[in-house]
């Protein structure tokens, strides 16, 4: 039932037979390559083929969305061969080492790290599986702590309770967090925006007095951190994510990208989406705030706030919130509680926690 409250409040809740990219092994996936080659190649040598539709959940313009317009891209091309490559040899390489590898070999066609994202996105939906699944290895800034044990592969144990304040980092390679095997006897999980106050609540082992899992992407997650996150939302369903985030728009951006996923992600974004619920900052915490520690909106928070209110997926609590940024001109940051001394954050999060005093749906 949770997961399906998740799929329907999802980007791409409206249809999900468009949210499927599959997890594929090396060999699936280059006869896909193959095959869209071959039914390329029949489809020019007929010119009565009725027309392929449009890449689904991809964002581009009119002259650039065609199935059939997308493989007469020469960036497309490239990148398929290039996948088709790495697979053959049975390695994983990141977008940044695709990106340079792309622009020693095909200079023409890529310029920047962000048109080699968006033409892999374009692969993605074209052959309809994972990054993953193609070789591609994600990069990840994660961390976790708190009340988990983590067995990998090589019967390997991670004791996550007993580290220092930076916490465990996450790796990038998929394949092995999908290994993982968790042992937890935590009852809450939370997401921390900042590094800077992750490692504030693990320096207090706010573990200790409230059974929990802290995890962080550091600023907005990674494929990486979602992965784990979902991994760990689907092993214990029961237990609630909480999301502790600055109260300005980016903050809550970074919440929806984690509750609801994120567009840049194609069909691959509703496979991670979790059940995240705001613990803070929110607008009911600004009492908490000196006034000294408020901060203008900056043109950046203005446009992550139209975007955000431009969508017909943001639920009114969290509409309201944007709205009440958006008429004081201000935004707080979580650091601002120090104010009360540095030990009056893990005592915050407690206690809304216990008292039920976070936006749930």
Not at 102 to 108: A, G, I
Not at 141 to 148: D, M
Not at 228 to 236: A, M, N, W
């Amino acid at each position: 039932m949770a997961e399906a409250g998740v799929a329907a409040a999802s980007l791409f809740g409206a249809d999900r037979r468009l949210c499927s990219a599959d997890i594929l092994p090396p060999a699936e996936v280059r006869a896909r390559i193959e095959v869209a080659v071959l039914n390329f190649l029949a489809a020019l040598t007929d010119p009565a083929a009725p027309a392929i539709s449009a890449l689904p959940l991809i964002s581009r313009g009119a002259a650039n969305r065609g199935l059939r317009r997308a493989l007469l891209r020469d960036d497309v091309s490239s990148v398929m061969e290039m996948c088709y490559k790495i697979l053959g040899e049975g390695k994983l390489v990141t977008l940044r080492e695709l990106f340079y590898t792309l622009l020693s070999e095909s200079p023409t066609y890529f310029t920047c790290q962000r048109h080699v994202n968006q033409t892999v996105q374009d692969v993605v939906s074209l052959l309809r599986c994972t990054r993953q699944s193609l070789g591609i290895m994600a990069s990840s800034r994660g961390a976790l702590i708190g009340r988990l044990v983590l067995q990998g592969p090589e019967e390997e144990h991670v004791d996550c309770s007993i580290l220092g304040p930076s916490g465990h980092a996450i790796t990038g390679d998929l394949n092995v967090l999908s290994k993982l095997i968790f042992s937890s006897d935590a009852r809450y999980i939370i997401v921390v925006e900042k590094d800077a106050i992750f490692q504030r609540l693990a320096e207090d082992r706010i573990y200790s007095q409230l059974p929990c899992i802290l995890i962080t992407a550091k600023g907005y997650p990674d494929l990486a951190t979602r992965f784990i996150l979902h991994r760990l939302s689907q092993t214990y369903p029961n237990m609630p994510i909480f999301a502790l985030v600055d109260w300005n728009p980016a903050g809550l951006a970074i919440l929806c990208t984690y509750k609801y996923g994120s567009i840049s992600m194609g069909l691959e974004s509703y496979r991670y989406a979790c059940n995240v619920k705001w613990l803070g900052l929110r607008g009911d915490d600004l009492q908490l705030i000196p006034q000294s520690a408020y901060q203008e909106l900056k043109p950046r928070d203005l446009q992550i706030a139209k975007s955000l209110l431009s969508s017909k997926f943001l639920q009114d609590k969290h509409r309201a919130e944007l709205t009440l940024m958006l008429e004081t001109g201000k935004r707080a940051e979580i650091e601002a509680l120090y104010s009360h001394g540095f030990d009056f954050l893990g005592k915050y999060v407690a206690r809304k926690i216990v008292q039920d005093y976070y936006i749930s749906l």
